[in-house]
Every structure is written in C-alpha cells, then in structure tokens.
C-alpha cells in the first residue's frame, strides 16, 4: 500500500520544486450497558409474519443510546479538509485511494501519509461493477438511461463531466509517447509507480487553478517500468529521452493550491482530491521491483533516509491532486478518478487493489473501515480482526443488526485512527453494524 503515496507524492513534489471524513447519526446505540444506564432502550427483534402462534421474545439486549451520542459529540475531527485530526494513531490505518485518511509505519513510528476527499462521507464510484470509467460514463450518457444513484449527480452534471473528460483526453493524447513529452519541455517527476505510471510534469498548465485543458502532469507507462528505479529509468535531456522506449500517456494529474476546502473542479462529487503529507520526493531510489512487491511509498522511512538517497523530504505538499485516467485503452475499472488502476502495469486483478494496498496489523486480519464501509471480513477461527476507523467521524462495531444488537461484541464509539480488536471461538457468520449510523452493516465470516 505504501507505494501510492510515492507517486503522487513524487509528482508534486517535483512540480512544486520546478516551479518554486461526519455522516449524520441516524441513532447512535451502544452495547454492552446496564438496564439502570440513563436513557437506555430495550429493543426486541421484530415479530415474525405468522401470526400464531407468537413466542416470547429473546432476552433483549440494552443498548444506552444517548451515552453512545455523548461519546460521539466529543470526538475532535480536523478544523477544515486539508487538516490532520489532533491525534496520531498507535498502529496504521487507512487504505491508499479508498480512505479519508492513510496513517503508516515508518522509521520514526506511525506517521500521516496522506488525505483523501472531503470530511464526512464521501461520494466514491470504485466498485468494479458501478459505472465509474471514463469509457463506462461516457456510454451511460450517450444511453440516455437512468443514472444510477451511487454517482450522486443529475443528468446535466453527468454531460458537463463527460465533456471535461473529454477535454482532458485531448490534452493527455496531445503527448501521447514521453520522448513527444520530453521534446515539449516536460520534466519527470517520479518512477513508474505501480498501476499509475511516471509523472511527467507539463510546462504549459497554470499552477493557479483548474482547467481541464491544461493537467499539471501526465502519466506515462509501460509494461515492465514499474520494475526500475527512477535512476534506472531514463530522464528528459536537453529535450530527449534517455530511456528505453514503449512508454505511452495513460492519463492525467491535475493540482490546485491547497484551501481549507475540499476543491470544486469536476462535475459531480465522485472527484475525491488528496494531499501528501511526510514524502520523500525526487529520490532515485523511489521505485523498483522491491516497492512493487513491498508496497512501499516514497516517504523512504524517515527525514534522514530521505534525504541520504537524494530525495526532498516534505512534511506536506502543499496541493491538492487528483488522476484522471482518461485513455480508453487503459480505461480504469476502478474509476475515473481512481488512485491505482489495474489496467496500468503491474496489470492487477480490480477488485484486490484495495487489499494490496491495506497495511496489516502484525498477527492478525486488519479490516478497515473506509468511508462508511465495513468491507468484506474473513477470518479464521480464533483470529484476531482489528478495526481501524479511517474516517473523519467515530464508528461503532457492534454485534447484531441495527435495532437487534446481540451483545457479542462491541467497540464503544471510536474514532479516526482508534482500532478495535476481537476474535471469534466458533465458525458461521456474524453481522455487524454501526451504532453512529445504522446504514452501515456488514458481515465477519469466521472458518
């Protein structure tokens, strides 16, 4: 997982240098209390359809909603978008390109790596099955067919978004191989990060604002690249290129000054722009076999081992950024405006990019819940699964289903960066949801 951040990280970085998560509560509930806990509420599962004969219910489980609010309300999230919660987790959490907020270990210990998408929950087409491509949006608008609710915009939204696709098309395909890029005044940012590409930086775009027309970098790739160092790569020269040949544009990078707010750049809402915090850019090392294989990212694991390879290290870039993978022959399925896209060597499997990505807690299955998302849980008898909460608002885990908690287990309310850990003696599935907001359930399959 750790190699995403080195990408974008480097791009930046390198740009920058050339140039000088609250969903509302729908009814907090919390396990684990006692009948005489003010403000708690016996529930009881609901009666079955048939009308005889009616059996008596099950022990009820007591749930002290209001203390779960309490509990909530004190949480201390960032002031704005671009900021940091107050606290630093003990162990990582977060997931590269699919998480608010992404915490990893480094020399120094657990550090902040990187923010995605505005506070709260977001709006993210990633799913392999949701139409979310640049190619699958286009067919969808030119069908004239319903728009499915997960994109969260209206027709008109969806057109003014294709259009600006479209644009950013054109402008990728302008410099469709790195020796045109590096004829035309480009610089190179970074080695061919994994299932992203080389980021080239564009003399030509404005660092001021957004515009379609004018991506602040292009990524280039080819099959094989990922395994180079940025030395081993090859630069731009005195206008050529001095690696080998085969690297084609997959897509775009664009930056805007970092605000407090989240940027208003694409239509619609699926755009979820990032910032790179602690990254080692520029470095000749970044790269190579071992980070394809290692998931490693460009902080290079401290200030010092940063700067001892020839790298920058910044404690923030100070953009935010966006990808945009607009060629159709690279076309991402898991969206647009996807950190990673399988399609980009090393040609990945969709739906394990995000597992590649996770940062596991030494023993034990790490599931991280990533914007109002429990994921897919498995686990085997006796494992340990730890929770990290890598959204901008408290979780609970709670056994049961939303109005029927069973009492099994439960976390409390827990915040950005807090974990939650528990294990399972006997094999079958257990459901699971949230207090803080009932819509998210999930199931933990225990073999």
């Given at each position: 997982m750790r190699m995403t951040n080195r990408v974008c990280v480097v791009l930046a970085a390198a740009a920058i240098l050339a140039t000088a998560c609250a969903g509302d509560p729908e009814g907090p509930i919390e396990l684990e209390g006692a009948a005489e806990v003010q403000g708690a509420v016996e529930t009881v599962a609901p009666a079955t359809e048939a009308p005889d004969p009616i059996?008596?219910?099950?022990?009820?489980?007591i749930v002290p909603v209001e203390q779960y609010y309490q509990d909530a309300e004190a949480f201390q999230d960032a002031p704005n978008d671009a900021s940091l919660p107050p606290f630093v987790p003990d162990s990582p959490a977060g997931v590269y390109g699919f998480s608010r907020y992404v915490f990893q270990n480094e020399d120094d210990g657990v550090v902040p790596t990187l923010i995605e998408g505005p506070r709260g929950q977001q709006v993210r087409c990633q799913e392999v099955e949701q139409l979310c491509s640049y190619l699958e949006l286009k067919e969808l608008h030119e069908s004239g067919e319903e728009i499915p609710d997960y994109l969260g915009m209206d027709r008109d939204e969806l057109g003014e978004l294709v259009e600006q696709l479209d644009i950013v098309e054109q402008a990728v395909n302008e410099f469709n191989t790195i020796e045109e890029a590096c004829a035309a005044g480009f610089s190179i940012g970074s080695s061919q990060n994994p299932n992203m590409g080389i980021h080239a930086t564009s003399p030509f775009s404005s660092w001021g604002g957004f515009d379609p027309a004018k991506p602040q970098m292009v990524l280039y790739a080819r099959d094989g690249g990922e395994l180079l160092t940025q030395a081993e790569q090859g630069d731009c020269v005195g206008g050529e290129w001095t690696g080998d040949p085969g690297y084609e544009s997959v897509g775009a990078v664009f930056t805007t000054p970092m605000t407090e707010e989240h940027p208003d750049a694409f239509a619609g809402p699926i755009d979820n722009w990032h910032i790179h915090y602690n990254t080692c850019a520029g470095s000749p090392e970044e790269g190579g076999e071992d980070a394809v294989v290692a998931n490693e990212d460009a902080t290079l694991g401290s200030r010092e081992r940063c700067e001892a390879s020839g790298g920058a290290f910044m404690e923030i870039i100070p953009v935010w950024m966006m990808h945009a993978y607009v060629d159709p022959d690279?076309?991402?399925?898991?969206?647009?405006?996807?950190?990673?896209?399988?399609?980009?060597?090393?040609?990945?499997?969709p739906d394990a990019i995000a597992e590649t990505r996770t940062e596991n807690v030494d023993g034990a299955t790490t599931a991280p819940i990533t914007n109002f998302d429990f994921g897919e849980i498995r686990v085997g008898t006796g494992e340990s699964v730890v929770f990290t909460n890598s959204d901008s608002v408290p979780h609970t885990v709670t056994g049961g289903l939303p109005g029927q908690p069973t009492g099994e287990f439960d976390s409390g309310v827990f915040g950005t960066g807090q974990t939650f850990e528990t294990s399972f003696d006997a094999p079958g599935e257990y459901a699971l949801f949230c207090v803080?907001?009932?819509?998210?359930?999930?199931?933990?399959t225990v073999e």
């Amino acid at each position: 997982m750790r190699m995403t951040n080195r990408v974008c990280v480097v791009l930046a970085a390198a740009a920058i240098l050339a140039t000088a998560c609250a969903g509302d509560p729908e009814g907090p509930i919390e396990l684990e209390g006692a009948a005489e806990v003010q403000g708690a509420v016996e529930t009881v599962a609901p009666a079955t359809e048939a009308p005889d004969p009616i059996e008596a219910p099950e022990p009820a489980v007591i749930v002290p909603v209001e203390q779960y609010y309490q509990d909530a309300e004190a949480f201390q999230d960032a002031p704005n978008d671009a900021s940091l919660p107050p606290f630093v987790p003990d162990s990582p959490a977060g997931v590269y390109g699919f998480s608010r907020y992404v915490f990893q270990n480094e020399d120094d210990g657990v550090v902040p790596t990187l923010i995605e998408g505005p506070r709260g929950q977001q709006v993210r087409c990633q799913e392999v099955e949701q139409l979310c491509s640049y190619l699958e949006l286009k067919e969808l608008h030119e069908s004239g067919e319903e728009i499915p609710d997960y994109l969260g915009m209206d027709r008109d939204e969806l057109g003014e978004l294709v259009e600006q696709l479209d644009i950013v098309e054109q402008a990728v395909n302008e410099f469709n191989t790195i020796e045109e890029a590096c004829a035309a005044g480009f610089s190179i940012g970074s080695s061919q990060n994994p299932n992203m590409g080389i980021h080239a930086t564009s003399p030509f775009s404005s660092w001021g604002g957004f515009d379609p027309a004018k991506p602040q970098m292009v990524l280039y790739a080819r099959d094989g690249g990922e395994l180079l160092t940025q030395a081993e790569q090859g630069d731009c020269v005195g206008g050529e290129w001095t690696g080998d040949p085969g690297y084609e544009s997959v897509g775009a990078v664009f930056t805007t000054p970092m605000t407090e707010e989240h940027p208003d750049a694409f239509a619609g809402p699926i755009d979820n722009w990032h910032i790179h915090y602690n990254t080692c850019a520029g470095s000749p090392e970044e790269g190579g076999e071992d980070a394809v294989v290692a998931n490693e990212d460009a902080t290079l694991g401290s200030r010092e081992r940063c700067e001892a390879s020839g790298g920058a290290f910044m404690e923030i870039i100070p953009v935010w950024m966006m990808h945009a993978y607009v060629d159709p022959d690279y076309d991402a399925q898991g969206g647009v405006f996807a950190m990673f896209n399988p399609a980009i060597w090393p040609l990945s499997d969709p739906d394990a990019i995000a597992e590649t990505r996770t940062e596991n807690v030494d023993g034990a299955t790490t599931a991280p819940i990533t914007n109002f998302d429990f994921g897919e849980i498995r686990v085997g008898t006796g494992e340990s699964v730890v929770f990290t909460n890598s959204d901008s608002v408290p979780h609970t885990v709670t056994g049961g289903l939303p109005g029927q908690p069973t009492g099994e287990f439960d976390s409390g309310v827990f915040g950005t960066g807090q974990t939650f850990e528990t294990s399972f003696d006997a094999p079958g599935e257990y459901a699971l949801f949230c207090v803080l907001h009932p819509q998210m359930t999930g199931t933990i399959t225990v073999e």
